[in-house]
């Protein structure tokens, strides 16, 4: 499934989300956050595929339970992952909270001989010139203009450790707040592990320091790490890195399915909101077709 537009922020009291007052709402997260457990130390995920050294200052959530929060949040019913690592002493209710949902795109390993010759500043340009010219056909169907501000963190990849990671800074419709959409990648022998976290711009600092963090302490695990790719047997993706930057997985998987991360900050829901640029997109996969409009709240 392709994509050719954005899932869009929502922001609505979170006893709208759940459909109860105020009063109710802070119960149920109270009754939520009582009954989540929260793993710390090693902690292997699927299947045996990559593994989380975490440390003190992080804790993870299994799907099922990530599930559950992210169902709180507002998000549709239907999402996958392998997991969510919450910053540890702190609600996930909280105001100040933030989160790292953890999906993979088993969709063959990512060749990165294009990662040193990629312009950035260009890619930014070309991109934001985009979203404008998507923006028409976004309002035709009733979503809000977004604007691409910038880069909150310009992109790197790390040859070695075959990481990446970039920030994007996104406006959307009149809004004051800024969306803060900060991504990691590890590249693996037969996809990507995806980590995304959503906060907004002012909790950038914080967000930075823990993503920061976080890229040091997930991997793959033997058989499946990049390195272990079998020429000839394994599959390979039809993108590079700049692809994977701009929206290559989303293009492929369908937004839904990837891009499911949202945070609660003043009882209010902010879900994900990761550009996936329509044209440009076609212009790489040579798709035309877009999936059904999001459902709301979304």
Do not use: C
Request: hydrophobic residues 45%.
């Amino acid at each position: 499934m392709s994509v050719t537009r954005l899932a869009w922020p929502l922001l609505v009291p979170f006893g709208v989300a759940l459909g109860q007052g105020p009063d109710t709402a802070d119960l149920k997260a109270e009754q939520l956050e009582a009954r989540l457990h929260y793993q710390t130390g090693k902690v292997v995920v699927g299947n045996g595929l990559a593994t989380l050294n975490l440390p003190a200052t992080f804790r993870y959530l299994n799907p099922k339970e990530t599930n559950a929060v992210l169902a709180a949040w507002g998000n549709p019913p239907g999402n996958t992952s392998l997991g969510m690592l919450v910053p540890s002493g702190t609600s996930v209710f909280a105001a100040e909270s933030w989160a790292v949902v953890i999906q993979y795109d088993e969709d063959g390993r990512v060749d990165d001989a294009d990662a040193a010759k990629i312009d950035y500043a260009k890619m930014l340009r070309d991109l934001q010139r985009q979203t404008r010219e998507d923006n028409k056909e976004r309002e035709k169907e009733g979503y809000p203009p977004v604007e691409f501000v910038g880069w909150a963190e310009t992109p790197s990849y790390d040859s070695i450790s075959k990481k990446l990671y970039w920030a994007k800074d996104l406006r959307f419709g009149n809004g004051i707040v800024h969306t803060l959409n900060y991504n990691v990648r590890v590249l693996g022998r037969r996809g990507v592990l995806i980590l995304n976290a959503v906060a907004t711009m002012d909790q950038l600092q914080p967000v930075k320091a823990g993503m920061a963090n976080v890229i040091t302490f997930v991997d793959f695990n033997e058989g499946h790490r990049y390195g272990d790719f079998v020429a000839g047997s394994d599959k390979v993706a039809k993108y590079g890195i700049a692809a994977l930057i701009a929206g290559g997985i989303a293009a492929k998987a369908g937004l839904f399915k990837l891009l499911i991360a949202g945070i609660l900050a003043l009882k209010k829901v902010l879900v994900v909101a990761v550009i996936a640029v329509g044209a440009w997109l076609k212009r790489v996969f040579g798709r035309k077709d877009g999936p059904p409009a999001p459902q709301q709240p979304q």
